[in-house]
T-cell receptor, first 112, second 114 residues
């Protein structure tokens, strides 16, 4: 059964710092991996989707990498801002289905 | 920009009552999903729906749950007889196609069962 783990559970950084969020998954047979942002009490906003054949995706200050063989992904946030404060969720889709399997998330706090 | 919408935003119900949660997926999307998030826990997959039938469901999605696309725009989740443990945030999502596509989530319905 696929398990997704995100470390750390929480992270506090000063504004301007570059940071890395980690995601690991137990079954490397994934179809794709998606990173989301969740603000308190709100829905999920898709940030990046990486197909299993890709190594990385970039969007603005965000860069996500995927190492499928080792079951790991990282989300790199450059020059962090207070508006980046949120919970970041990692989710994978198994090759057999359409369901997203989520990690518990990393709650990021960026102070000004 | 097109988005997934959900109604109501909050619902309070008594244990044993039926509830229907409503979603309007993005108009050209063909795959629809329901997820839930119990407070403080992971987002969990419930069911996916394509071509007017369930394509995948989780262990959570038992006989108390059902989904329907009653018309060309709405997608509903019905819980037949609610339990205390059904209290959660329920998210609807849609994607243009299935496996390879980004899933876009709605803002959620917070369900509280008393």
């Amino acid at each position: 059964k696929q398990e997704v783990t995100q470390i750390p559970a929480a992270l506090s950084v000063p504004e301007g710092e570059n940071l890395v969020l980690n995601c690991s998954f137990t079954d490397s047979a994934i179809y794709n991996l998606q990173w989301f942002r969740q603000d308190p009490g709100k829905g999920l906003t898709s940030l990046l989707l990486i197909q299993s054949s890709q190594r990385e995706q970039t969007s603005g200050r965000l860069n996500a990498s995927l190492d499928k063989s080792s079951g790991r992904s990282t989300l790199y946030i450059a020059a962090s801002q207070p508006g980046d404060s949120a919970t970041y969720l990692c989710a994978v889709t198994g090759q057999a289905g359409t369901a997203l399997i989520f990690g518990k998330g990393t709650t990021l706090s960026v102070s000004s | 920009e097109p988005e997934v919408t959900q109604t109501p935003s909050h619902q309070v119900t008594q244990m044993g009552q039926e509830v229907i949660l409503r979603c309007v997926p993005i108009s050209n999307h063909l795959y629809f999903y329901w997820y839930r998030q119990i407070l403080g826990q992971k987002v969990e997959f419930l069911v996916s729906f394509y071509n007017n039938e369930i394509s995948e469901k989780s262990e959570i999605f038992d006989d108390q749950f059902s989904v329907e696309r009653p018309d060309g725009s709405n997608f509903t989740l019905k819980i037949r007889s609610t339990k205390l443990e059904d209290s959660a945030m329920y998210f609807c999502a849609s994607s243009e196609r299935g496996l390879a596509e980004t899933q876009y989530f709605g803002p959620g319905t917070r369900l509280l069962v008393l």
